[in-house]
């Protein structure tokens, strides 16, 4: 079974440049997330997708963050304009359906964002 | 809303020795908490789960994991340390049905194992 797929795997940009993020789920995962995760922290919750809806989007920065999963398959996360502080690793995860609560999540490599 | 939270930025044990990774948590009503492992480059691998039942969770790698609800507890164990077990180590909660389905982790524990 092929596993989460995220590209690239690192990223070096300069603050104010725009950057994307590519994730493709494990198959027939209905469930997408993306997270944040700052050196020396754990993962933080960006986004939530089940299927093509956004199902959580609270701590998502929309100013300069946005997400799509227009066919609710693959998702691209894109940051524009980046600041320093968005330099980070970047996850992607599926589950199989999301709303059963006690599903464990799939992880991607994740990308991993230096802003200069 | 729900937390975690990992005490220990860092567990140094060595080989062949017990180790705990330690985790406690809050939410409301009957939590739902995950561990996971990282290992350098990577992504998050699941360990294990409780959800409901027996207090002490098996799972993979020889790892299991007591739920104390009294203490709020969530503990990470292994009867015997190995070299390779040297990883970062996350706890994570979800709310019960009802709640915000949101899958929260801890900062986070860098468990290193000596030869």
């Known amino acids: 079974e092929a596993g989460v797929a995220q590209s690239p795997r690192y990223k070096i940009i300069e603050k104010r440049q725009s950057v994307a993020f590519w994730c493709n789920p494990i198959?027939?995962?209905?469930?997408l997330y993306w997270y944040q995760q700052i050196l020396g922290q754990g993962p933080k919750l960006l986004i939530q997708?089940?299927?093509?809806?956004?199902?959580?989007d609270s701590q998502l920065p929309k100013d300069r963050f946005s997400a799509e999963r227009l066919k609710g398959v693959d998702s691209t996360l894109k940051i524009q304009p980046a600041k320093l502080e968005d330099s980070a690793v970047y996850l992607c995860?599926?589950?199989?359906?999301?709303?059963?609560?006690?599903?464990?999540?799939?992880f991607g490599s994740g990308t991993q964002l230096s802003v200069l | 809303a729900q937390s975690v939270a990992q005490p220990e930025d860092q567990v140094n044990v060595a080989e062949g020795n017990p180790l705990t990774v330690k985790c406690t948590y809050s939410?409301?009503?009957?939590?739902?908490l995950f561990w996971y492992v990282q290992y350098p480059n990577r992504g998050l691998q699941f360990l294990l789960k409780?959800?409901?039942?027996?207090?002490l969770v098996k799972g993979s790698y020889g790892f299991e994991a007591e739920f104390n609800k009294s203490q709020t507890s969530f503990h990470l164990k292994k009867p015997s340390a190995l070299v390779s077990d040297s990883a970062l180590y996350f706890c994570?909660?979800?709310?019960?049905?009802?709640?915000?389905?949101?899958?929260?982790f801890g900062r986070g524990t860098s468990l290193i194992v000596h030869p």
């Open positions: 995860a599926s589950s199989q359906q999301g709303r059963t609560t006690n599903e464990k999540l799939f």
């Open positions: 198959s027939g995962h209905a469930t």
């Open positions: 997708f089940q299927n093509n809806g956004v199902v959580d």
């Open positions: 939410v409301s009503g009957n939590p739902y």
């Open positions: 409780y959800i409901t039942g027996d207090n």
């Open positions: 994570a909660v979800r709310d019960p049905p009802g709640g915000s389905y949101i899958p929260t």
